[in-house]
């Protein structure tokens, strides 16, 4: 929940800069775009293809929907990825223990993580439930007590006074996690026309694979990406990023 939110908040942080920087050009006179944000589940490749081939001109799409990438029928099966479900629990520190989390004081990162949101409210997370395909948020009671069973030791081990908290409710996401190479764990990128069977000029790009760094990998492979795309280049993507392709039954 915390990386979703965090994720969620850096897209409309994303959003509004781009809306920011489109108006600024657009008061210079230079040129006035326009930017549009549509919210819809996509369902595969050849329809939403269709669908923006007839509503006009565009340059790129960026399939970047984490482990939902492996769920699209063009991919599916076709992509080295490793599904691991992992559960997060929100816990809250009643009012009347006087001990708050001190302000100021760090998250942490050990075998369980604490990402403290307030001298009251945390979150702790989380599992790894390797081979899960179960992309639901929901948990229900008996994955939840499993999961806490996992974690508060985890948590008390670095955090003892973590047994005054309280456990608020907890989430499910999937990761999508890259396949183990020589180079290490790295995520999947690169041009996929050739899976979609459709115009071949690197119209159509990956973003996937982030498994569970994408806090650490967006920036840097976020500003790779709009270069290799704005330049038509995928060769501007670094090989052991692309490389997986070459495993890949066409
Ligand atoms: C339990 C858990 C713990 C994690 N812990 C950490 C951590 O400690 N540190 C770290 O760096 N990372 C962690 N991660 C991983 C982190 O969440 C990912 O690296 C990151 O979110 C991947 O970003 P993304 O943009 O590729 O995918 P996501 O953040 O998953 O975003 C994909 C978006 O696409 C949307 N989507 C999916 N399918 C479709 C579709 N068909 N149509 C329309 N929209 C769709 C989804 O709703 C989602 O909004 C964790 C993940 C999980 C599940
Ligand atoms: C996935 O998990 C949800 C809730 O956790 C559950 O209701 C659902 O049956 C699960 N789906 C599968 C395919 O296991
Ligand atoms: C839990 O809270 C009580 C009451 O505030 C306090 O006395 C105790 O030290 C706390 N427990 C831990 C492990 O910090």
Redesign the pocket.
């Known amino acids: 929940m915390l990386i979703l939110r965090i994720i969620l908040s850096i897209f409309q942080a994303l959003y509004l800069a781009c809306k920011t920087f489109v108006k600024s050009k657009c008061s210079f006179g230079i040129s006035c775009k326009e930017l549009n944000l549509h919210k819809e589940s996509v369902l595969n490749l050849v329809d939403l293809m269709i669908s923006i081939f007839f509503s006009g001109d565009y340059d790129a799409v960026i399939v970047c929907l984490g482990s939902g990438a492996a769920f699209l029928p063009e991919l599916s099966g076709r992509l080295p990825l490793r599904m691991c479900r992992g559960v997060i629990a929100h816990l809250q520190l009643p009012d009347h223990i006087r001990e708050d989390y001190p302000e100021n004081s760090p998250s942490i990162l050990s075998d369980a993580w604490l990402a403290v949101q307030g001298p009251q409210t945390l979150y702790l997370g989380s599992t790894w439930e390797w081979k899960s395909r179960?992309f639901?948020r929901?948990?229900?009671e008996e994955?939840a007590s499993k999961a806490l069973a996992e974690l508060l030791p985890k948590a008390s081990a670095v955090y003892p006074a973590i047994k005054n908290w309280t456990v608020k409710g907890t989430c499910a996401g999937l990761r999508a996690m890259p396949p183990l190479t020589a180079e290490g764990s790295l995520p999947l990128l690169g041009c996929v026309d050739e899976f979609i069977g459709g115009p071949t000029e690197c119209k159509y790009w990956l973003f996937t694979g982030l498994g569970s760094r994408g806090l650490f990998y967006h920036a840097l492979l976020g500003k790779l990406m709009a270069q290799a795309i704005l330049s038509c280049n995928e060769d501007l993507i670094p090989s052991e990023l692309t490389s997986w392709k070459n495993q890949v039954k066409q």
Request: charged letters at 15%; a negative charge.
């Open positions: 179960n639901s929901h948990v229900p994955e």
